[in-house]
């Protein structure tokens, strides 16, 4: 394994790589779905690339930098343990420090429009622009052939793949399936906030993400019908504070009135003061 964090060594070390290169970005503290993703990634390239940075940009007035859960030491032994000493596939880890990606006078920015406007845009204004602005310097820094992201953000994925179509970066976007504990509740490093009452809670997202695939799978295509399920169950959990629920368009989120396609169904809910979110992809 190989930890760098100038732009420099990255680019030195980069040129150095034959064959193809799988990119993971993540913001650290490390949890099985980001694993998953590295070792989708060594399976399908000769060689991974693992970003941790914990992106200031993307954060909002209200969301505390600062507490965001930090271990890069834990991290990088989770990470070697999926690489043997003896084999052929390098793991490079970057981290770099925020004034190496944000440096003095910065004011460049990548936006992408129309996708970023509803659901999680509109409740985190400024969010998006921070993670297309920190995702394409992490595309140009590294030159991957692959990037591997996870469905639990699933907005995050479609704005993503229209920045990557957009831009014309020869990238394809490798989508990977939500991880979950055993109860359903998808894997994030913000479960650690959660006491021992609000983890039990939490699965009340599962729980209402699962009723409204019920419905759907019985032959339901109204799409508000849907929604109502899943407010229903959300309310019959007294910790639970929704924020929003979604039935959309897979691809341009927009709100559906019928579902004939590919079918997200999103939410963001507060458990407590931690703020979760999910999706189901239907159809």
């Known amino acids: 394994m190989n930890l760098l964090s100038s732009l420099s060594d990255l680019r030195t070390k980069r040129l150095s790589l034959l064959g193809t290169v799988g990119l993971v970005p993540t913001m650290g503290y490390l949890h099985p779905g980001h694993l998953s993703l590295v070792s989708r990634a060594k399976e399908e390239n000769d060689h991974v690339i693992v970003t941790i940075f914990v992106n200031p940009t993307q954060f909002g007035a209200n969301e505390d930098l600062s507490k965001y859960p930090r271990d890069l030491e834990r991290d990088l032994n989770l990470l070697s343990s999926l690489f043997s000493p003896s084999s052929a596939k390098e793991l490079i880890v970057w981290n770099p420090s925020a004034e190496t990606m944000y440096p003095p006078g910065y004011q460049t920015w990548v ?37 591997y992201f996870g469905q639990k953000d699933a907005q995050q994925v479609a704005v993503i793949r229209r920045m990557t ?19 359903g509740l998808a894997m994030s490093s913000r479960n650690k906030y959660l006491n021992e009452a609000e983890r039990k809670a939490a699965t009340v997202l599962f729980r209402s993400l699962s009723e409204a695939k019920k419905l759907y799978e019985s032959g339901e ?4 019908k849907l929604r109502e399920k899943m407010k229903e169950v959300l309310a019959s959990e007294p910790l639970a504070n929704m924020q929003y629920i979604s039935c959309a368009d897979y691809d341009s989120l927009e709100k559906l009135n019928v579902i004939s396609g590919k079918t997200l169904l999103s939410m963001a809910v507060f458990i407590g003061k931690t703020r979760l979110i999910d999706n189901f992809v239907l159809g």
């Not at 921070?130 to 991957?144: D, E, H």
């Not at 957009?166 to 055993?182: A, G, K, Q, S, Y």
Request: with cysteine; hydrophobic share 35%.
């Open 221 to 224: 295509r109204d799409a508000e």
């Open 111 to 147: 936006e992408v429009e129309a996708l970023t406007n509803p659901l999680e845009g509109a409740m985190r204004p400024g969010h998006f622009k921070g993670v297309t602005t920190i995702v394409s310097k992490l595309f140009n820094a590294t030159q991957p052939h692959k990037a």
């Open 165 to 183: 179509t957009d831009l014309n970066f020869p990238i394809e976007i490798v989508v990977c399936p939500t991880l979950r504990e055993d109860d």
